[in-house]
């Protein structure tokens, strides 16, 4: 048994095992994939504190080298089951049980499909979620964006250098993207911006070559043809292990405020999986040294 059991290696579970582990207790991770989450394939990180053009993969790795040499053992393993509810804290993984007298959840997201029909079918086939990691194999062919976020914006910047052409789709007429790199993305040639516009479906044979689009407002309905989509809709929750076990909103965020801590005695959040406002990097961190610090103030009352 551990004093600490750290639910996700991304940013804020990294940072929640460098904190926990400063301040004296046993730390382990448990991680179901690559260490990092979604920042580990982002090419540059600008707005990072102190941190200016670090690549991802740099800045993950260097949050996961601290968090070992500080002592925190991180295990890949996939999380199956937990019970968080007693004093003793379990999770149960696809290689065995962990038992701690406090759990962090910092499981993050993952991203958001449209569920409409082909979607499925092409997922690896052309339709994708992560513009660096495959945007090259695009190179030179025609390709839509599904959002209007930063995260759309900055995948549009990244193609128009790679692709023919580049058409962002967007079920709004307003964009939720910082002015300045969707300013940016409206001076390229070779991008077009589709607003007040749903997909409504995918086709092709073995690969993706055509979307189904409606504009909103007319009903007027078109055909699009692309090799390649990217879908930047946005992310939900890793919780599902724990629906039975803590507080849930709607949308399957852990409900909890700035100061982390869930409905349930010794369990903690942190991150993207919780309730909160605003989802960045510098925020991940923070809620990590919270969720942490606070679970020593637990187990020393305990």
Known sequence: MVNLLIIGAGTAGLTAAIYGTRAGMSVKVIESNIYGGQVVTAPKIDNYPGMPGISGADFILSLYNQAKD?????????????SLKGDVKRIITSKGEHEAQSVIIATGTKPRKLGVPGEEKFIGRGIAFCA?????????KDVAIIGGGNVAIGDALLLSGLCRTVTIIHRSSDFRAEEIPLNLVKTKDNVRILTDTTVLSFKG????????????????????????????????PNNSIFASEVNL?????VIAAEDCVTNVPGVFTAGDARTKKVRQLVTSAADGAIAALTAKEYLDSI
């Open 70 to 82: 500080f002592g925190a053992e991180i295990l890949f393993e996939t999380p199956l089951s937990a």
């Open 249 to 253: 909103d709607k949308t399957g965020y």
């Open 205 to 236: 044979t073995q690969a993706l070559e055509q979307i189904e689009i409606e504009n909103t407002k007319t009903g007027a309905q078109d055909t699009l043809s692309a090799s390649g989509v990217f879908l930047a809709i946005g992310a939900e």
């Open 132 to 140: 660096t990691c495959e945007g090259a194999f695009f190179r030179d």
